[in-house]
């Protein structure tokens, strides 16, 4: 198999670049990224909805990060839009169960969903992060959105001040933002296309006739409408 070819960015069009550039670039293994990017192209064939998992586990090891998520964005019952996370990894994953908030707030400060950014103590902006318990030296943000649209974003995390991050994590988080997004747009697509099929066979059935009970008969009229059975079946009020 060809070793997988990263995508050419210029990372100087971000802001954050020319703070990550006055860092001295750490050392990186080009054949563990290769593999890594490998498993994910295969992943996002056989099983786009599981690749989240995985992505975040290929980010802590190839950043060296502290802990890895990733957020989408959605709207709460009151139509207000939150990030909730939806993949962990490292010690973001081990608090999981303990005390890790399912959603991220923003208190005083937009989440730029266009452009990477760098966040140094985010805690003070992001206030359900408080709830960690796991200090945060600084917080490398790259967003996930496709046509104009935005879909959550990927935060790989330091909770050491001596691990700062720099271009080469930058890049690389890049590359798998790419893979997150096309997992999202498959995996949309198919939700999509298995709620029209589940439309379609109970519409089917509501045709199929009366043996069950789905439609009613006005003798008067001689019409038939949709018995209580019929609109129960086509997930309709009455």
Sequence with gaps: MEAWQTPQTNLTDFPIAE????????SHDLKAENLALQTLARQLAASPRTLLKTLVAIAQDLCGAASVGVCLLEENATSK???RWVAL???????EHTNTPRTLRLSGVGLDRQTPQLYFAPEKY??????????????????????????GAIWIVSHDADREFDAE???????????AVAALQIDR????KEALRQSEERWQLALQGNNDGIWDQNLQT??????DRGLEILERRP
């Design 19 to 26: 703070e990550l550039s006055r860092r001295t670039p750490r």
């Design 222 to 227: 001689n019409c038939h409408f949709l018995s």
């Design 169 to 179: 994590d930058l890049r690389i988080a890049i590359a798998l933002a790419d893979f």
């Design 126 to 151: 992001f206030t359900d992060l408080q709830q960690l318990e796991l200090p945060i030296a600084e917080a490398l943000v790259v967003p996930l959105h496709a046509e104009n649209q935005s879909l």
């Design 189 to 192: 697509a198919d939700r999509t």
């Design 81 to 83: 839009q939150i990030c």
């Design 89 to 95: 990894a490292g010690a973001w994953e081990a608090a």
